[in-house]
Nanobody, 113 residues
Framework: QVHLVESGGGQVQPGGSLRLSCIVS????????MGWYRQAPGKQREWVAT???????NYANFVKGRFTGSRDNAKNTVYLQMNSLKPEDTAVYYC???????WGQGTQVTVSA
């Protein structure tokens, strides 16, 4: 059984920063491509970033230059550093392993003054 647990969400003012973490247990973490997604109220879940098993990253256009994904295979953890946050970044953020096979429960990010 593979478990993903996100943390690090919260409320922040526009322009602020947060770092999300996602710990994976129950499997061999370093073989997985990891992804970050988000879902805002009333909207569909959307892809945010991908971090491959060797650390290569790819980002949605709306977060390029502001968000940075990384991973620590020794800690079975993937991160999403979010800078220059905007109100439109408000959403529940989810991590995913193996290209959508496994999902965490999500962590709320709220960006408001």
């Amino acid at each position: 059984q593979v478990h993903l647990v996100e943390s690090g969400g919260g409320q922040v003012q526009p322009g602020g920063s947060l770092r999300l973490s996602c710990i994976v247990s129950g499997s061999i973490f370093n073989i997985y491509t990891m992804g970050w997604y988000r879902q805002a109220p009333g909207k569909q879940r959307e892809w945010v970033a991908t971090i491959t098993s060797n650390g290569n990253t790819n980002y949605a256009n709306f977060v390029k230059g502001r968000f940075t994904g990384s991973r620590d295979n020794a800690k079975n953890t993937v991160y999403l550093q979010m800078n220059s946050l905007k109100p439109e970044d408000t959403a529940v953020y989810y991590c995913s392993a193996s290209r959508g096979t496994y999902w965490g429960q999500g962590t709320q990010v709220t960006v408001s003054a």
